[in-house]
């Protein structure tokens, strides 16, 4: 009876391209259909540097007014980008996760069931 020698399988299942910061690692989607969720994610920029990303804020909110108020509160820096399949996305300097959770949540712009934060 002849034996068969099975190698590592050639299926580079792991090798796929996600967020490494992502928690849901998953079911990783970065798209702008996300069912109303805000999504806080942070960025490894060089050395100790991170952004923080927010992305899925509802349109009926005005960002320019949200940016403004993150900036003074936190006393961080930040713009606001248009991403072609994101749509408008908040980048603030530094870890700033929590405090944007809590910020939104406490003036009651979205309920905390509805921000998934992301990330170590």
Do not use: Y
Not at 46 to 69: H, S, Y
Request: aromatic share 6%; hydrophobic share 30%.
């Amino acid at each position: 009876q002849p034996k068969l020698h099975r190698f590592m399988s050639l299926d580079l299942e792991n090798l796929r391209a996600k967020d490494p910061f992502n928690d849901d690692w998953e079911s990783d989607d970065v798209s702008a259909s996300t069912g109303g969720l805000v999504h806080i994610r942070i960025q490894q920029r060089n050395g100790r540097k991170t952004l923080t990303t927010c992305q899925g804020i509802p349109e009926q909110f005005d960002l320019p007014r949200i940016l403004k108020a993150f900036k003074k509160k936190f006393c961080t820096n930040g713009n606001i980008v248009q991403d072609p399949e994101l749509g408008k996305v908040i980048q603030c300097q530094g870890d700033q996760r929590e405090k944007i959770k809590s910020f939104l949540v406490s003036e009651g712009m979205i309920e905390a069931s509805k921000i998934k934060v992301h990330g170590f």
